[in-house]
């Protein structure tokens, strides 16, 4: 009898996670029945999809590469046979499910996201003007910006009602795609970047693009790696991960990429994110000069890289990367931070969350830390289910204190352990979802020195990568146990926020500047200045705008001017570095001022 497909599916499931002998035979086998298999339904067509891909990733045997690699290569016939067949393709929009080659995606992005999309693949992507609703808000958001390039087109836009916009459009643009013509238009305008990336997002125009086969989507957006690494045993659970012992592990060697080798890093990952409705500051920003890669054992490698001068942050450093194995791009990372503290976001793609994912979530802390100097890791609350049903259902919290974490917050610390101490006793107990949500109100921590992980994890050390995982679950779950217990006590950075700064110096700017931002920036470059005895007029603009911010938050330091010689010179230093070509180098430098770490402690805390 001929296994039905729900069977068959059911199976390739099931094979995915054995290993050994036989196991790639009886996935073979598999394979090659639902390749001859036609679907008539999106579900189970998506299904396929996503355990064709975490295969990819995962694989059990080289001959199982070339096969899911055709299955792959022409899933784009399958998706269009669904569409012949008026199938109901809404199926394929959702976060997890789009992207899918010979699907259809549409989105409204920013300006920078818009512009490389338009240039990535131009005759692919259009502006989907069908379903532009073009409103009372719309019309004034092209009334504002459109005249700046469109001559004489406020004599309509300024009196007449119903105008012909596409009409405007089409008529100067000439025989250019208009997307193309348009995002060429913005890049023009004599204004700076926010400006430009606030005005083109006023239109809020619709983007459509098609992904045929293109590589850019996530059926083709996977490489050929130089070594395969297949998987004959099973994969690493979370029980077998001790974070402690892993951050004790030398830094991973990190390469710097040459500025080609950055550039097609920086394309990768606008891809990775394009085809998952995604968009993070870093991905589309990123700096392709600071691009680093750390190779990582068992088919994992690592990228990644900073903030180019003109885009960063005010005050914290940022990095951003993504992780691929086996050739095929399996999360994204970000990390943003300030001395020696790093707050993490971490995000398997949802294909891959049962390949590994806390093994490979230590990898990148060990990146992180070997690439920033941080010894202190936060996790956001939103990553453990603050407003986030996802991580709610998925239990997230308990995915990070059973790696060491443990709350910034004295009462939710309690409730954690008390949490535990049910479950230690009723193996059946489940923490309940109110629970969750409350234990989701503060950030996470994990103290790299509390755990005897000191500051030995230098950039320069380098850790050769490992191809197995050696080690007992039981001695694994003990050391957890321990860095829970180490770390159950507070911490410098618990209450500490960017934040708070920034509402301190809008609680001054209220209170003796009536509101006016240009007139709290003057003073306060000025008051600075003068008490750290710096000549700003030999500094670039850049440079000068890293000041100003700094002197916002170096203006509420009371004793400034008592501050010593040396320690107003590595204040001046870290400013300029802020604006310099390594981000890295800054953040590494603010690590070396305890005075101003002591006041950024002090001013950050909550009130």
Known sequence: MTPTLDALLAGLDAARNRFGRGAAAETKVLLEHLSRHRFRDAQSLIRFHETLLFLRAFPQAPSLVPRIERLLDTFHQRIEMLREAGVDMSEFEDFDTSGIAGTTMQDTLNFDAARWLARRVPHNVEIAWDDYLADYEAERAMGSSWPRFLPLLAEDADVEANIPWRRWLDTARGRERDLEWLTRRFEQLTVNERERAELYASLRLPLRWHLKNLKLSRTRNWTRPRQFYFHTEPLITRSQVSLAHELARPAPRLVKLSRREGESVMHRIREVMAVRYRELYGTTLGDPHSVVRATLGRGVVMYLWNLPAARRLPLRAYVAGFTVKNGVPINYIEAIGLCEWIEVGFNTFYTYRQGETAWIYAQALRCLCGFTGATTISVYPYQIGQNNDEALDSGAFWFYRKLGFRSGSR??????????????????????????????????????????????????????????????????????????????????????????????????????FGGNARRIRARSVKEVSRALGVDLSRWNPAERQAFENWSLVLALVPNLRRWSPQEKQAAVKIVRAQAGPNEMRYLRLTQQHPRLREELLRLGSKP
């Open 411 to 512: 009462d939710l610390e309690q409730l954690a352990r008390r949490e535990e101490q049910k479950i230690a006793a009723s193996p059946k107990y489940r923490t309940s979802k109110k629970t969750l949500k409350r234990l989701a109100e503060a950030h996470v921590f994990y103290e790299l020195e509390r755990v005897g992980v000191g500051k030995g994890i230098a950039s320069t050390a380098q850790g050769r990568p490992t191809d197995s995982y050696q080690g007992t679950t039981s001695s694994r779950t003990a050391e957890a146990a321990l860095s829970i217990s180490a770390l159950a006590v507070e911490g410098a950075w618990d209450t500490i926020s960017t934040r708070n700064l920034g509402l301190r110096v809008n609680r001054r700017m209220a209170r003796e």
